[in-house]
């Protein structure tokens, strides 16, 4: 399996812009989740899916940030209009059940 | 509210053995992870402690006290690639089967030779 796999690996966007991150989970891991790393705040988790449907949206910082999860397979987070704290690393993860979590190599996001 | 606090910085020499410290503070506590995540790469599972005791995983062990809130992760024989944060996080129960994990901001550990 190639593991989580995030597009791209880098963004520079510039404020006010719309930006799209994309995630492919492992196959037949049924939790998808977004996190958001911060040299302030650390690892912080955004929203979880179970079986696509969205169970916790309360890290989801503000009305700017939406994630959706169309199939099993892909899910975007997506930031609009995006401003220059939102400058972060995104990751993604995605597990089976109760076993660890497996993450992504992230999405370095930097919004000027 | 959740909170998870571990030393922000250590150093230790390489041979040397380095305790890292994590305490929590949480509701619906379901099991104890730690994760490595060099500099620039994602998080990586280290290991699991869902009840009190300590689990060994060849160089690495996890210690976990649910009475006190704490654990700790035990690096032996440090190597320099065992430079690296290390993320202590609580896996939390949140309703209708569902669980997460809530993470500490991470010790940041230096090995020196």
């Known amino acids: 399996d190639a593991g989580v796999i995030q597009s791209p690996r880098h963004e520079v966007t510039e404020m006010g812009q719309e930006v799209t991150l994309r995630c492919k989970p492992i196959s037949g891991h049924d939790y998808l989740f977004w996190y958001r790393q911060t040299m302030m705040r650390g690892l912080e988790l955004l929203i979880y899916f179970n079986n696509n449907v969205p169970i916790d949206d309360s890290g989801m910082p503000e009305d700017r940030f939406s994630a959706k999860m169309p199939n099993a397979s892909f899910s975007t987070l997506k930031i609009q209009p995006s401003e220059p704290r939102d400058s972060a690393v995104y990751f993604c993860?995605?597990?089976?059940?109760?076993?660890?979590?497996?993450f992504g190599s992230g999405t370095r996001l930097t919004v000027v | 509210g959740q909170n998870i606090d571990q030393p922000t910085e250590m150093t230790a020499t390489e041979g040397a053995i380095v305790q890292i410290n994590c305490t929590y503070q949480t509701s619906g506590f379901n099991g104890l992870f730690w994760y490595q995540q060099h500099a620039g790469e994602a998080p990586t599972f280290l290991s699991y402690?869902?009840?009190?005791g300590l689990e060994e995983k060849g160089r690495f062990s996890s210690f976990l006290s649910r009475s006190k809130g704490y654990s700790y992760l035990l690096l032996k024989e440090l190597q320099m690639k065992d430079s690296a944060s290390y993320l202590c996080a609580v896996r939390l129960y949140s309703g209708a089967g569902s669980y997460q994990l809530t993470f500490g901001k991470g010790t940041k550990l230096s090995v020196i030779p």
């Open positions: 993860a995605s597990r089976s059940g109760t076993v660890a979590s497996t």
């Open positions: 402690n869902v009840l009190d």
